[in-house]
């Protein structure tokens, strides 16, 4: 998972300062949340129960790029909690994917380009 500039917080059943609960009961995406709330949204007074995403989709690590960007499609989302045995272990980015798609799209050109000039290893 990304420290610095994730937008997505996964929220547990339990309040921080009790005992932890490993049941995720939603997710927290700022960006479509705050937005969604528009100026009504006040960051003191509003309880982050009310604006996270409740219906959670999620992927699993075995899962390949082609279903995960499929599943962020259909359903709108930009983050999907990745779970093993029901717990969290990380979360991925429509940004994370698109970065790995054009990785492997530049891999694959480069490829072409050295075959097609002669230059492809023998």
């Known amino acids: 998972m990304r420290q610095v500039t994730q937008f997505s917080l996964p929220l547990y059943g339990s309040h921080r300062h009790s005992k932890p609960n490993?049941?995720?009961?939603?997710?927290?995406?700022l960006v479509d949340?705050?937005?969604?709330h528009g100026l009504r949204c006040d960051q003191k007074e509003t309880p982050v129960g009310e604006i996270m995403t409740k219906?959670?989709?999620?992927?699993e690590p075995n899962d390949n790029i082609a279903e995960c960007m499929r599943i962020m499609t259909e359903r709108r989302v930009r983050h999907l909690?990745?779970?093993e045995r029901s717990k969290i272990i990380g979360?991925?980015?429509i940004g994370d994917l698109l970065k790995?798609?054009?990785s492997a799209q530049d891999a694959a050109i480069d490829h072409l380009e050295k075959y097609i000039t002669g230059s492809y290893p023998a």
Not at 22 to 29: A, I, N, R, S, V
Not at 33 to 36: A, E, F, K, L, S
Not at 55 to 59: D, H, I, K, S, W
């Open 55 to 59: 219906e959670l989709v999620t992927a």
């Open 100 to 102: 790995w798609v054009i």
């Open 33 to 36: 949340r705050t937005r969604g």
């Open 22 to 29: 490993p049941g995720t009961k939603g997710l927290l995406d």
């Open 81 to 83: 909690p990745v779970l």
């Open 91 to 93: 979360i991925v980015s």
